[in-house]
C-alpha cells in the first residue's frame, strides 16, 4: 500500500537552529499538509499546499516557518529559527483530491529544540 | 467553524467489553467525519470515514461509527475490546467549506484495556 514517507523519524536541534523536516508524499496526490502535535495535546494543522502554492496556513504558521516542494517528489518545512515551544511531533500528510478521499499520514518526525 | 468535542480524555475498559468513545461535532455544513488512532510512537492511522450515504460506516479492526446528524454525534464503537487496541483515538472533521479540506481535530481519547 502506497505511504508517505518522513525522514529524519527524530531530530534534535539547538535553539536558534534552521531545520528542514522532509517528507514524500504519496505519487498521484495532489495536495499536501503539514500538521503538528505538541507532546499530550492535540493533532493542529499548520499548512496546505497545492499547486506549488500554500492554500491556506493557520496562525501557527507565521514567518518562521516555510514550505516548498522543490523537486516535484520532496515536500518540505523549513524552521528558520527553531524555539523550545517548536518541539513537537511533526506530521506530513497527502490526499488525492477532496475530504472524501481521506488523508494519508506519514508516521512523523519528532522534533526536539534544547 | 468546524469544531470537535471528544468527552473523556481517558477510557479504561477491560478485554472483551464494549468499548464507546464518544465524539460531538460542530458544523454549520454537512461534515464529512473521521476517525484515527494513534499507537505509542507512530503516526495516525485512519480507521473510518463518514463522507455520504450509509450513516453507519465500518472501519478496520472492527470499528464501526454512526453519524447522528440529530444529535450531531459520531461515537466510536467496537463491540469486543483487544489489547491490542489499547491507543489514542482521534475525532476529526473536515473543513467542508474551505478551500483546501484540512482536518480539525479533537484532543483525543486514549483507550487502556485491562486484562
Known amino acids: 500500500e502506497p505511504e508517505v514517507t518522513q525522514t529524519p523519524s527524530h531530530q534534535v536541534t539547538q535553539m536558534g537552529q534552521e531545520v528542514i523536516l522532509r517528507c514524500v508524499p504519496i505519487s498521484n496526490h495532489l495536495y499536501f499538509y503539514w500538521y503538528r502535535q505538541i507532546l499530550g495535546q492535540k493533532v493542529e494543522f499548520l499548512v496546505s499546499f497545492y499547486n506549488n502554492e500554500i492554500s491556506e496556513k493557520s496562525e501557527i504558521f507565521d514567518d518562521q516557518f516555510s514550505v516548498e516542494r522543490p523537486d516535484g517528489s520532496n515536500f518540505t518545512l523549513k524552521i528558520r529559527s527553531t524555539k523550545l515551544e517548536d518541539s513537537a511531533m511533526y506530521f506530513c500528510?497527502?490526499?488525492?483530491?477532496?475530504?472524501?478521499?481521506?488523508?494519508?499520514f506519514g508516521s512523523g518526525t519528532r522534533l526536539t529544540v534544547v | 467553524a468546524q469544531s470537535v468535542t471528544q468527552l473523556g480524555s481517558h477510557v479504561s475498559v477491560s478485554e472483551g467489553a464494549l468499548v464507546l468513545l464518544r465524539c460531538n461535532y460542530s458544523?454549520?455544513?454537512?461534515?464529512?467525519l473521521f476517525w484515527y488512532v494513534q499507537y505509542p510512537n507512530q503516526g495516525l492511522q485512519l480507521l473510518l470515514k463518514y463522507t455520504t450515504g450509509a450513516t453507519l460506516v465500518k472501519g478496520i479492526n472492527g470499528f464501526e461509527a454512526e453519524f447522528k446528524k440529530s444529535e450531531t454525534s459520531f461515537h466510536l464503537t467496537k463491540p469486543s475490546a483487544h489489547m491490542s487496541d489499547a491507543a489514542e483515538y482521534f475525532c476529526a472533521v473536515s473543513d467542508n467549506g474551505g478551500a483546501t479540506n484540512k482536518l480539525i481535530f479533537g484532543t483525543g481519547t486514549l483507550l487502556a484495556v485491562q486484562p
Open positions: 500528510a497527502s490526499s488525492e483530491a477532496g475530504q472524501a478521499y481521506g488523508y494519508t
Open positions: 458544523s454549520s455544513v454537512p461534515p464529512y
